[in-house]
């Protein structure tokens, strides 16, 4: 899924912005790859249990009324996993409310694992697993309206990631002296890759979740929120980790490794002290201190743009993984490369700025629908290029959004519908790229002042945030409202279509010009150069005339994505 964030990391640190130009033959190439390394059957078995192919797998889509029917309260999932034979076995309780009596509870679950059983309420109930669904059954007539506890026991070996954390699975690895290192990615494939949840964006644990992980004694087990207690016995320990915010699904795992847990402390912009923990590998630790004094850096960044970090009652945390970092919620993971560049003088890491920025983006401010991945993902990105302002001034912001430009490829809309799986809304490295572009240019069409203002709002206002989970038209009416005026036609222009702005330079005398959009779709702004000096003009439907010495220049700056022809 996440093929194309490689390229844009290393494109955006100025190094490598000619892998953009790749992108559709990587993008044919990885395709085919996967093909083969899924395997040629759609259905396989493996120690007795039928296996889907996960390459099909997307999350999300639209919702079946059964699942519109149940609110998700927690998740609580005790698994035991062993490494050796790459398979883990336990049990997931899954704790939810119906809004109205049902006959059926449903719930995701790929075909990779045996269920053993499944209770309601403390009651054996029937069941059927299939197509990655578990239909439970009420015993009597009806689950009535009101809170349920369903506990499903379970187990079996979780598909293997083919490209971490692009195409998601459980990561086997060794570190570097041979300890067991393991990593888990789903965010393209869902939660239902190893529990038992519903597995749609629009339905987060309103009252977190807790895990008991148990492993090897020895290794450690990084997960989100508090780690509660470690318990060890003989030769295996148990790691008790419990968040009381609402998480995504994709956000509900673990990583494992012979890892040092390094901590510090900071000092939010509200005064609240977070902990911060780096669960690094041993061999590492050496490491620690930089990319932890990188990340209080990068926090005081995102809180002067987007507000206080939002989960202070728990803490920061990083976890080295095997793979391209992902925004787990509370406990970031870290490609573990330790490569930075220079930005004004100061360590920076596109891989370690990119994922702490969903902290805000994605895990905070969550869209609704994959249909909207934009908002977490765009603006996510478009952090990167304020994080560069910061740093080297307006020059490296300037730099950055250029770069953003340059990597759009328009192949189909950012919002191409609703209640769209994964799969069929994410557009490449658009997504991350035109989404970026998109604010830069709403922020020419607003100012500074009413933009920054407004981004800050959408980050920190409740009606956005946390269990409140946003669309598009939220951010559009939200940005309208603090304009005055709808910004509709501009939403809908950039988001829905991927057509440029057209705008016609025509001379109609001597020194005379007319300027005019050629596609209108409402007022707006742009900064014309007439003789050499540059006026802010709106552009109406008829469009402006002009008298210049030269050819009038229009949008020198590059606030827009669009094309102007001379005429």
């Known amino acids: 899924m996440y093929l194309l964030e490689i390229s844009r990391l290393e494109s955006f640190n100025n190094k490598s912005m000619r892998c953009l130009h790749y992108l559709g033959l990587v993008a044919v190439l990885h395709l085919f790859l996967v093909q083969i390394s899924y395997g040629q059957e759609s259905v396989k078995q493996q120690n007795g249990v039928q296996q889907t192919d996960i390459g099909k797998l997307s999350s999300g889509g639209k919702l079946k009324p059964v699942q519109a029917n149940m609110d998700i309260r927690k998740y609580t999932l005790n698994l035991d996993v062993d490494i050796a034979n790459k398979f883990i076995k336990g049990n997931t309780t899954v704790n939810l409310q119906l809004k109205n009596a049902s006959d059926t509870i449903l719930l995701d679950l790929i075909q990779h694992y045996a269920i053993e059983s499944i209770k309601v309420d403390g009651k054996s109930v029937a069941f059927d697993h299939k197509e990655e669904k578990v239909f439970i059954k009420a015993a009597s007539n009806q689950f009535s309206a009101g809170n349920h506890s369903v506990f499903i026991a379970y187990g079996g070996n979780p598909p293997e990631a083919v490209r971490p954390p692009w195409l998601g699975g459980f990561t086997w690895s060794k570190d570097r002296s041979g300890n067991d290192w393991v990593s888990i990615n789903i965010q393209k494939e869902g939660g239902r890759m190893y529990f038992p949840c519903k597995d749609h964006p629009s339905d987060e644990p309103n009252e977190g979740v807790e895990m008991n992980i148990t492993v090897p004694a020895g290794l450690l087990v990084a997960g989100p929120g508090l780690l509660q207690k470690t318990v060890t016995k003989k030769n295996k320990s148990t790691f008790s980790w419990k968040t009381n915010y609402t998480i995504s699904n994709y956000c509900v795992l673990f ?47 995102l809180e002067k743009y987007f507000g206080e970090y939002p989960w202070y009652k728990e803490k920061i945390g990083i976890a080295a993984v095997p793979n391209s970092g992902m925004e787990h919620q509370t406990m970031i993971t870290f490609d573990n490369k330790f490569i930075f560049n220079k930005v004004g003088g100061q ?221």
Do not use: C
């Not at 040092?260 to 609240?272: L, M």
């Not at 780096?278 to 990188?294: F, G, H, M, N, T």
């Not at 509709?488 to 222009?493: G, H």
């Open 255 to 301: 990583n494992i490794g012979k890892y040092r847990v390094i901590k510090d402390s900071y000092t939010t912009i509200n005064n609240h002290i977070v902990p911060i923990e780096y669960y690094i590998l041993e061999e590492d630790s050496a490491q620690a201190k930089r990319v932890i004094e990188a990340k209080k850096r990068d926090s005081k960044i």
């Open 347 to 567: 360590d920076y890491s596109a891989n370690l700025f990119h994922e702490y920025a969903h902290e805000w983006w994605a895990n905070k401010v969550t869209n609704k629908d994959w249909a909207h991945m934009w908002i977490q993902e765009g603006i996510g990105t478009y952090a990167e290029a304020l994080a560069m302002y910061e740093l080297g001034g307006q020059e490296e912001y300037n730099k950055i959004i250029a770069a953003h430009k340059r990597g759009i490829r328009y192949r189909k809309p950012l919002v191409g519908g609703e209640e769209l799986s994964e799969d069929e809304t994410y557009a490449g490295n658009d997504i991350y790229t035109k989404g970026s572009f998109f604010m830069h240019s709403l922020r020419y069409v607003l100012g500074d002042e009413v933009f920054l203002k407004t981004l800050k709002q959408l980050a920190t206002d409740e009606a956005y945030t946390y269990d409140n989970m946003v669309t598009t038209t939220d951010v559009e009416q939200l940005f309208s409202k603090a304009a005055g005026y709808s910004l509709k036609p501009f939403f809908d222009f950039h988001l829905r279509t991927t057509q440029l702005i057209e705008v016609s330079v025509k001379e109609t005398g001597y020194q005379q010009y007319q300027i005019k959009p050629l596609n209108y779709f409402m007022d707006l702004p742009f900064e014309i150069t007439l003789n050499g000096r540059a006026t802010r003009m709106i552009l109406g439907k008829d469009g402006i005339s002009v008298k210049s010495n030269t050819v009038p220049m229009v949008d020198a700056a590059g606030y827009y994505l669009k094309k102007v022809v001379i005429q």
